[in-house]
């Protein structure tokens, strides 16, 4: 018997170049990073350097052409553009190419609709497939083809053929499934605030090894793949520290350059996880050429979402696939540590960057209680960090760090 080999579909990439043609190539071959996780075979890419995107085709008239005879010559069966297109560029562009186009944001909704799992995680990516083709109906054609391919995966299979209100319709719906999400969440993060556990929300580049760390924490056995959003629904576990404080870690949806709006206002609720986190670690691909602008990128989708005053743990992963040690800073963060957290490299300083965050959102006391409060030094233990502990005649006196949460309790 012979194997049948998956025959993939064959794509061109295109960018038009506004700044530094440098900047267009990196971020034209993390396009190509995406196609690839998505299924598609990459058989060409076209650069155009212009002062503006045309607003008519995305690209000039001559690159059409060219790109025309391109996907003669590689039989390529779609166009793949750089940037969120308009409904005006998609029609003109399918008009004048005769293949099915798409954009980045297709591309990556496409992704989000194969990896999420979870109830919560299949309602954002429809919500946000369904926002971004409802004003897209007129120029996508190619939204009424049936059959397989990049772009028809998840709701849109169901949805292509429907007018706009049904879709305006859909969109309340899951709009208030999201609110009750929300409420959820929002009454997990209130009991969160109750028992002080401190919360610490690992957050980062896609791919940069967010799960990895969970994983090698807290055997979460959550999905790690050298793929770009490998996975989607966040995941918490809880994590003692080697002096016995707990703490909650919460693995966030990987960042990227040109987020689409759509998928930050379907996953809002998801993305915020750092901002009612405690602290946040920060975890950072070393090895990746383009590591300024990915870190640039977290902290901009960071302040997008309001998140500011937080403690931040930096941790410069895959130090073990660098031949040179470069000094490597982050002007944002309080801590800063280098790892290979796949071969377990580093994993005591991030231990000891997490404990000494801990010490200094706690205050310190010295405390004598009555036997009958014994209970409260099981809190102490729990929550914060026990110093010295003296059993006397008159009572327990307990030298501690507590979270300022506790004072009240103690």
């Not at 497939?129 to 083809?145: F, V, W």
Request: aromatic share 6%.
């Amino acid at each position: 018997m012979y194997e049948t080999k998956e025959v993939l579909e064959k794509v061109i990439l295109a960018a038009v170049s506004t700044g530094k043609e440098s900047d267009a190539i990196e971020s034209l071959d993390e396009l190509e990073e995406l196609v690839k996780t998505a299924g598609v075979e990459v058989v060409g890419r076209v650069i155009q350097n212009l002062e503006h995107i045309n607003n008519a085709t995305y690209l000039g008239t001559g690159k059409v052409q060219e790109l025309k005879e391109l996907i003669w010559e590689t039989d390529a069966a779609a166009v793949i553009c750089d940037d969120e297109l308009s409904p005006a560029q998609y029609k003109n562009l399918e008009d004048a190419l005769n293949v099915k186009i798409m954009d980045r944001t297709l591309v990556i909704l496409d992704i989000f609709a194969r990896r999420a799992k979870t109830a919560e995680g299949k309602i954002q990516v429809e919500l946000a497939q369904l926002r971004y083709r409802s004003t897209r109906l007129i120029g996508m054609k190619n939204l009424s083809r049936q059959g397989g391919g990049i772009g028809t995966r998840g709701p849109g299979e169901k949805k292509l053929e429907v007018d706009r209100r049904i879709i305006r319709n859909r969109i309340s719906q899951l709009k208030e499934q999201v609110c009750e999400m929300e409420n959820h969440r929002q009454v997990t993060r209130a009991r969160r605030r109750d028992n002080p556990i401190p919360v610490i929300a690992i957050v980062g580049y896609t791919n940069a090894g967010k799960s990895t760390l969970l994983n090698t924490l807290t055997d979460a056995s959550v999905l790690e793949e050298d793929k770009l959003f490998a996975t989607l629904d966040p995941t918490t576990r809880n994590y003692k520290l080697s002096d016995g404080q707990e703490v909650l870690l919460t693995d966030t949806v990987g960042f990227i350059r040109k987020l689409p709006h759509h998928l930050i206002d379907a996953f809002r609720s998801t993305l915020e996880e750092a901002k009612y986190s405690d602290i946040i670690i920060h975890v950072v691909d070393a090895a990746n050429s383009s590591m300024d602008k990915n870190i640039h990128a977290v902290y901009e989708t960071l302040e997008n979402l309001g998140v500011k005053d937080k403690i931040i743990i930096t941790v410069f992963n895959k130090m073990d696939k660098l031949n040179e040690k470069p000094i490597l800073k982050d002007f944002h963060a309080d801590y800063v540590v280098h790892a290979a957290i796949k071969k377990r490299m580093g994993l005591d300083k991030i231990n000891s960057a997490i404990e000494q965050a801990l010490k200094s959102m706690r205050v310190m006391i010295e405390k004598k209680f009555d036997y009958s409060e014994a209970g409260k030094i099981g809190l102490i233990r729990k929550h914060g960090q026990l110093l010295y502990e003296e059993y006397r005649e008159d009572g327990i006196y307990v030298k501690a760090y507590i979270p300022s949460s506790l004072t009240d309790k103690l």
